[in-house]
C-alpha cells in the first residue's frame, strides 16, 4: 500500500507561483513513477508531469512547459510541483499519483488532492 498526501495549493494571483508537495509513505516500489495531474470544474482530470525513480525521466503537458517544474527528494519520499507564472486556466484540484510503471490508472495510488485557485 501506498498513501499521498498533498499540500501547498491555495488562492493566488495570475502570475504568482505555488509549490505542491505531495508526501508519500508505504512500499517504495510502487513510488518508482510519480506524477502529477489535475481536475477542474466540469472538465476530467489531465496530466501535469512526472517523473521517474532517478528523477532523470521527465515529462510535461505542453500547458504546463516552461512554468512547472517536477521534482523528486526520495530520502524525504517527497514529490514537488513548482508552479511558477500561473494563470487562471491553471485553477484545478491537483493530486499526485505513485506508479511502479510509467502510467498511472485506477488501480495505482491516488492522493486527494489540493485546491489551486488562480484569479486574474
Known amino acids: 500500500q501506498v498513501q499521498l498526501v498533498e499540500s501547498g495549493g491555495g488562492l493566488v494571483q495570475a502570475g504568482d507561483s505555488l509549490r505542491l508537495s505531495c508526501a508519500a509513505s508505504g512500499r517504495t516500489f510502487s513510488m518508482k513513477y510519480m506524477a502529477w495531474f489535475r481536475q477542474a470544474p466540469g472538465k476530467e482530470r489531465e496530466f501535469v508531469a512526472a517523473i521517474s525513480w532517478t528523477g532523470v525521466t521527465l515529462d510535461y503537458a505542453d500547458s504546463v512547459k516552461g512554468r512547472f517544474t517536477i521534482s523528486r527528494d526520495n530520502a524525504a519520499n517527497t514529490v514537488y510541483l513548482q508552479m511558477n507564472s500561473l494563470k487562471p486556466e491553471d485553477t484545478a484540484v491537483y493530486s499526485c499519483?505513485?506508479?511502479?510503471?510509467?502510467?498511472?490508472?485506477?488501480?495505482?495510488?491516488w492522493g486527494q488532492g489540493t485546491q489551486v485557485t488562480v484569479s486574474s
Open positions: 499519483a505513485a506508479s511502479p510503471k510509467w502510467n498511472w490508472g485506477p488501480n495505482d495510488y
